[in-house]
């Protein structure tokens, strides 16, 4: 694997840096009242950094909502081998690395619990685990029941992603192991298995 550069890593660590600072910032005080003064005070930057980076908060925001959705379209494919079948009544806590990601990145998807917070957040997180759901997987029905298959993801997505919005809502109160055997068992009462056939970069890792 090609190291990376440098300055490459450094660049990639402010804006990492001015991200965090902008969901700290959210939390305490809304999206709104976020000025970059805010941003660079609170990152221990000054703002001829940040304007090398973004225009202005608006892209920085647009920036962090875009790779974390990325990363969670990417975690997806992680557990499985590309054009295999899983059945659900095998499937564990291993196979759900999608709520890995988003537990381990918590502190991003909590912004989902305020009102003023990341634009795009609440229409564009559940917009991507439906994509997840219509261009990765392909679904086979208990008895293999015939569904309107587009109907079925709507309903499977829309459905996981609720479960999802209460449990980041309540706090993680229950672990992700916990979490995802409750998930797996609500799964097995319509999905008999699954293949999986998208997103072939995940599995350089």
Partial sequence: MDQEHPATARQNRTREHLKLALIELIKDKGYHAVTVKNIVDHAAYNRSTFYIHYPDKIELAEDLLVSML?????????????????YTAKLNTHSFNIVSYIY?????????????????????????????????????TINHIPVNMDY????????????????????????QEEFIKEVIELTKTH????????????HKH
């Fill in 152 to 175: 079925f993801k709507r309903y499977t997505a829309y459905g996981f992603y609720g479960l999802i919005l209460n449990w980041i809502r309540d706090g993680f109160k229950e672990t």
């Fill in 70 to 86: 990325k990363g969670l379209e990417e975690a997806v494919g992680i557990p499985y081998m590309h054009g295999h079948k899983f």
């Fill in 104 to 140: 381990k990145n918590r502190h991003f998807f909590e912004l989902i619990k305020h009102e003023d917070t990341l634009p795009g957040l609440h229409t564009r997180f559940p917009q991507t685990i439906l994509k997840i759901y219509k261009e990765q997987f392909d679904f086979n």
């Fill in 191 to 202: 999905i008999y298995s699954f293949e999986f056939i998208g997103n072939d970069h995940s």
